[in-house]
């Protein structure tokens, strides 16, 4: 196998980057016809970070942070790293120390499909991750693998220069150059969202506003004013 570091990576457009950060995963996976979700088995190691910026992928060995170290190098302000294995692993292939580097690029958290520890120390730092495990178990750096290469998150791919979303609700991917027709249909949900948050509080209810009374009765589901007129078994 090839092993490759490379260097020069494509930028997503910045304005509609900062548009999907600040709607967030859920919106943006909805924009996107519910696709690019990561699975829920990387998960945050702290409540409220929310970031969104330009995918530089690395490819690991399992339980090797060789690659993390070299990936640094081709960081910018604005970046995620994203770091897969080439088998699963939970090892702890990241700490504070590599969060203080990264900071110093201006790089805005991980994704990793691994393990992660120092978690109080990136938590003060107020630096996110989003990690398959928590795990002190040290790593060697005695392994080669690449950089800037299309990798597998668990349920999505990613390719260097995606647009990565992480907030509380997970991590989505936007593929690269669709960053800008996903913020514009991101935006026009919110703005539905808005109206129909503003008809929720005054007391309208969803089976009326999705029109679902009549789902309901074609599905078989009848109202009826007590059990013993239900007439049911269960």
């Not at 990561?38 to 090797?64: F, Q």
């Not at 640094?72 to 504070?96: A, H, K, N, Q, R």
């Not at 178990?137 to 690449?146: C, D, F, L, M, V």
């Not at 913020?183 to 129909?196: F, M, V, W």
């Amino acid at each position: 196998m090839n092993h490759v570091i490379v260097r020069n990576v494509p930028r997503p457009d910045s304005a509609a980057v900062a548009t999907l950060g600040r709607l967030g995963v859920s919106t943006s996976h909805e924009a996107m016809g519910k696709s690019g979700l990561v699975e829920p088995v990387l998960r945050a190691i702290y409540p409220g970070a929310r970031i969104a910026g330009r995918a530089i992928t690395v490819l690991s060995h399992p339980g090797d942070n060789l690659m993390i170290h070299a990936a640094i190098e081709v960081c910018e302000p604005g970046d995620i790293l994203v770091v897969t294995t080439t088998s699963p692993s939970t090892d702890g292939m990241f700490g504070d120390l590599f969060a203080t580097s990264l900071k110093a690029r201006g790089v805005l958290g991980l994704v990793i499909n691994a393990g992660v520890r120092d978690v109080a120390d990136l938590t003060k730092m107020d630096f996110p991750v989003w990690s398959r495990a928590v795990h002190s178990q040290g790593t060697a750096k005695n392994n080669p693998g690449s950089v800037n290469v299309p990798i597998i998150l668990p349920g999505v791919s990613v390719s260097p220069g995606d647009t990565i979303i992480a907030d509380d609700d997970g991590v989505v991917v936007v593929p690269l150059g669709r960053e800008g027709a996903v913020a514009s249909a991101a935006q026009e949900r919110e703005i539905r969202e808005s109206e129909k948050k503003e008809q929720f509080s005054n007391g309208i209810l969803g089976v009326d506003l999705y029109n679902l009374r009549s789902t309901l009765a074609d599905l078989g589901v009848r109202y009826v004013d007590s059990m013993d007129d239900a007439n049911m078994e269960f």
